[in-house]
């Protein structure tokens, strides 16, 4: 079975400053990698699609990339609303999460 | 304003059952694969089902297979979810999920509380 292992568990950053999150399968995995940002007492929220694509309504400053077994998240200068947690998804499997916080 | 609603949780003895629903709006329902996700307290996102468009195929995560049934009806732009023998570790936040393709889920409901206790 695929393991999704994210990385960090947590990410202390001020705003302004650039996040970047790393999922890594267990073995090679197919395109179809997302990623969900989730606020608490919120439902996930759907950031980025096919590795690379951002969902309807979602700011330039979030980008996705990666193949194979690596792949990023990238925010490109933290708002104070982006500070959350953070899952990459593969399919059936879910990655632990990394939370970005308030440095 | 695609909307989805889900109810039906709430406090149950281990080995009962609970049913809940997800009530769709905004969209043809009838067009979309639909799942169920989980979250534990405090723990991260689990995948616990899916169905397709018509309901002629399903699928389960491991941990609930052969005592969660999922099911829809396009008539009522509903899907639902049976559970039965629910155990301790049952206990989650449970959310529907409108699916984009192969899982990955551009809509969400609010969520219900499933608590599974003596």
């Known amino acids: 079975e695929i393991v999704l292992t994210q990385s960090p568990v947590t990410l202390s950053l001020s705003p302004g400053e650039r996040a970047t999150l790393s999922c890594r399968a267990s073995?090679?995995?197919?395109?179809?990698l997302a990623w969900y940002q989730q606020k608490p007492g919120q439902a996930p929220r759907l950031l980025i699609y096919?590795?690379?694509n951002r969902a309807t309504g979602i700011p330039a400053r979030f980008s996705g990339s990666g193949s194979g077994t690596d792949f990023t998240l990238t925010i490109s200068s933290l708002e104070p609303e982006d500070f959350a947690v953070y899952y990459c998804?593969?399919?059936?499997?879910f990655g632990q999460g990394t939370r970005v916080e308030i440095k | 304003e695609v909307q989805l609603v889900e109810s039906g949780g709430g406090l149950v003895q281990p080995g009962g059952s609970l049913r809940l629903s997800c009530a769709a709006s905004?969209?043809?329902?009838?067009?979309?694969?639909m799942l169920w996700v989980r979250q534990a307290p405090g723990k991260g996102l689990e995948w616990v089902s899916v169905?397709?468009?018509?309901?002629?195929?399903?699928d389960y995560a491991d941990s609930v297979k052969g005592r969660f049934t999922i099911s829809r009806d396009n008539a009522r732009n509903t899907l639902y979810l049976q559970m039965n023998s629910l155990r301790a570790e049952d206990t989650a936040v449970y959310y529907c999920?409108?699916?984009?393709?192969?899982?990955?889920?551009?809509?969400w409901g609010q969520g219900t509380l499933v608590t599974v206790s003596s």
């Open positions: 073995q090679s995995v197919s395109s179809y």
């Open positions: 998804q593969q399919r059936s499997i």
């Open positions: 096919d590795v690379s």
């Open positions: 999920a409108r699916d984009m393709s192969w899982l990955q889920s551009d809509y």
């Open positions: 905004g969209f043809t329902f009838s067009r979309h694969w």
């Open positions: 169905i397709n468009t018509d309901g002629s195929s399903t």
